[in-house]
C-alpha cells in the first residue's frame, strides 16, 4: 500500500517562500507519477504540479508556472514542492498524490489514487 506524508508547510507573508516535502513509501512502478494537489475554503480541489518519477518530466497549473518548483530526491522516495513569490490566493491545504491506474481523480492525464492526509499553507498579504 502507498502511503503519502506531507510536511512543510506553514504561515507566511505574501511574496515569501515555502517548501513542501512528501515523503512517499510502499510505491511501485506502477505509481510513478507524483503531483502536488490544493484544496481552499470553499472551493474544489485543483491540481498543483507534478513530477513523472522515471524521467523527471515535470508539469505545472498556470496559476504557479514560474513560481513553484516540483522536484523529487534520487530515490524516489521524497518529491518536493519549492513555492516561491507566495500570494495570499495559494492559501490552502497541499496534498500530495501518487498515480493508481484504478484511482478516483484525473489529473496531468493520469489517475491518482493514494493521498496524504495534507498540510495547512497560509499565506498573508
Known amino acids: 500500500q502507498v502511503q503519502l506524508v506531507e510536511s512543510g508547510g506553514g504561515s507566511v507573508q505574501a511574496g515569501g517562500s515555502l517548501r513542501l516535502t512528501c515523503a512517499i513509501s510502499g510505491h511501485t512502478s506502477a505509481n510513478n507519477f507524483v503531483a502536488w494537489f490544493r484544496q481552499a475554503p470553499g472551493k474544489g480541489r485543483e491540481e498543483v504540479a507534478g513530477?513523472?518519477?522515471?524521467?523527471?518530466?515535470?508539469y505545472y497549473d498556470d496559476s504557479v508556472q514560474g513560481r513553484f518548483i516540483i522536484s523529487q530526491d534520487n530515490s524516489k522516495n521524497t518529491v518536493y514542492l519549492e513555492m516561491n513569490s507566495l500570494k495570499p490566493e495559494d492559501t490552502a491545504m497541499y496534498y500530495c498524490?501518487?498515480?493508481?491506474?484504478?484511482?478516483?481523480?484525473?489529473?496531468?492525464?493520469?489517475?491518482?489514487?493514494?493521498w496524504g492526509a495534507g498540510t495547512q499553507v497560509t499565506v498573508s498579504s
Open positions: 513530477i513523472n518519477t522515471d524521467n523527471r518530466v515535470t
Open positions: 498524490a501518487a498515480k493508481a491506474p484504478t484511482g478516483s481523480t484525473w489529473a496531468f492525464g493520469r489517475r491518482f489514487g493514494f
